[in-house]
């Protein structure tokens, strides 16, 4: 590591400019895209909701179409921002050689960094509110407060760009995000609270589960969804906050380790 | 500062990874106009060189000035004013011809209402009009080139880097191109060119450098470098080794390089070696004026490169 890779991300207005390049793609591309990020969570949320709805009745006091409604919110913004954060950057990295391109204009490494975060936090957004939109049509919403989650979709995404764009910066090919996604994001959807109360679980996996961003993302998104403000904000906006610092801070050192040799 | 601008000018510019040098202390002076050519076989240092004239690539050591601005620090300003032709076409696949032109004029900052015009222009100069709402996988190689080359020119750049602009192309295509940089060298611009096509560098190139191994190994204009380097007569022979030992005897006025099963013999007197390969028979040949691939070919040595 040198000192310039490792130096403070210097972002400037043209990183929009990236932003602005995969929206512009994004909506060329909206049928399969939306398709792609809003199949499975629906299909989770019929099969599961209405399915095992039946059986579990309330959790934590709210119906589990709620319950479920308002984790599965989080997870797909969670997802969505993972996926483009490693293999959306990747392609554009290697295959399509976008950054190659963008690279021979005034943009610099640190403003497509900072313009694929922008954009992770946008396509979270673009992906977990038609779930939100959904769930508000099958009555799995109560109130206006869901409104509210919307904003917190977009910080989901920044905290999950960083590290997947960390894994793109080391990816050989496209295989080694199984690695990440089997290791982190399945068991995060899986132990995170999408599904049922992470106080279920013994206690060391709690600790584990508290650790990483997605049960702390479920803890302020779920009471929106249920029609109430989070009993306790500050803790999970923190924890929030410092994955999409250190995330960002880390995708710009390992990507300029890639593109500046 | 010279009176006449250098459009590059370096100083024992330097490029090492890790161990491997990759560009050992070249000098550099492109002057404004006209097209430079950086000639060398794969891997000799040209595309490195190009990148740490982009601001692409950091420098190791030396010096650089682009457009007579201080690299890598005026890395902005030297790319708002140059046009880069990339090795590998990468325009965006997922927009159409014209959209590629707008969002990268979007990158220069040019705001895409005023660009309208310049974007039919560019379209006709590299004759993709018909083309400008086609998706990109509905082009072939040779016209995501000529959009390639029609993206470079979209900040009207006084300095324009092509990284070997017509390799895998068809001769039409080429040829198209070839007038198209003759063109674009006539309205002034200074054209930069890496390339392992003796031919192209032959046809376009002003001035150019051989390097290797990342030093520069020779320099001069095509038509002086063939003339001063390498014999004026070239006869390309195939043939039984033996004939070619009976032929060497035979006339001593002769320099032979051999690659695989074709023997080159190079000689300022063409003449006396005609008969003398009459004579030895079960040789086939052909005779060709030497070109600047014969040059390269003296200079840079036969053996295989990857």
Known sequence: MTAAQLSLPRPRASAFKVWFRNLMVWRKLIAPSLFFTFGEPFVYLLGLGFGLGRFVGEVNGMPYLTFLASGLVASTAMNTASFEGMYSVFTRMVHQQTYDALLATPLQVDDIVAGEMLWCGTKAVLAATPILIVSVLLGAVDDWTAVLAIPLFYLIGLCFAGPAVVVAAFAPSYDFFNYYVALLVTPMFIFSGVFYPIETLPEFAQTIVQILPLSHAIALVRPLVAGEFPPVVGIHLAVLVAYAVVGYLAATVFIRRRLIT | ?306
């Open chain 2, 1 to 306: 500062m010279p009176s006449k601008a250098q459009v590059v000018e370096a100083h024992g510019l330097t490029k090492r990874f890790g161990d491997r040098t990759a560009v050992d202390g070249i000098d550099l002076s492109i002057a404004q106009g006209g097209c430079f050519g950086l000639l060398g076989p794969n891997g000799a240092g040209k595309t490195t060189t190009l990148r740490m004239i982009m601001g692409q690539s950091p420098i190791t050591a030396g010096t650089l000035r682009v457009l007579g601005l201080d690299m890598p620090d005026a890395v902005r300003e030297v790319r708002r004013r140059t046009g880069v032709v990339p090795q590998m076409d990468n325009a965006d696949p997922d927009f159409t011809v014209a959209e590629n032109l707008k969002m990268y004029a979007r990158y220069f900052d040019l705001s895409p209402r005023s660009i309208g015009a310049r974007i039919d222009e560019l379209l006709e100069f590299v004759e993709l009009t018909d083309r400008a709402d086609s998706p990109l996988r509905e082009l072939s190689g040779g016209m995501k080139r000529r959009l390639s080359i029609a993206r470079s020119l979209i900040n009207d750049p006084e300095l324009i880097v092509l990284d070997e602009p017509t390799t895998g192309l068809d001769p039409q295509v080429r040829r198209m191109i070839w007038n198209r940089l003759r063109q674009l060298k006539t309205s002034g611009k200074t054209l930069l060119l890496t390339t392992h096509y003796m031919d192209e560098a032959e046809r376009l190139c002003d001035q150019l450098v051989v390097i290797d191994h990342g030093r520069i190994i020779g320099h001069g204009q095509p038509k002086e470098m063939i003339e001063t380097q390498v014999e004026p007569h070239v006869l390309e022979i195939q043939g039984e080794r033996t004939a070619i030992d009976r032929l060497l005897e035979s006339c001593p006025d002769i320099r032979l390089e051999t690659v695989g099963e074709l023997h080159y013999c190079y000689t300022h007197n063409l003449a006396p070696v005609l008969s003398c390969l009459e004579s030895a028979g079960q040789l086939t040949y052909m005779h060709r004026p030497a070109n600047l691939e014969d040059v390269f070919l003296r200079m840079t040595g036969h053996e295989l490169r990857d």
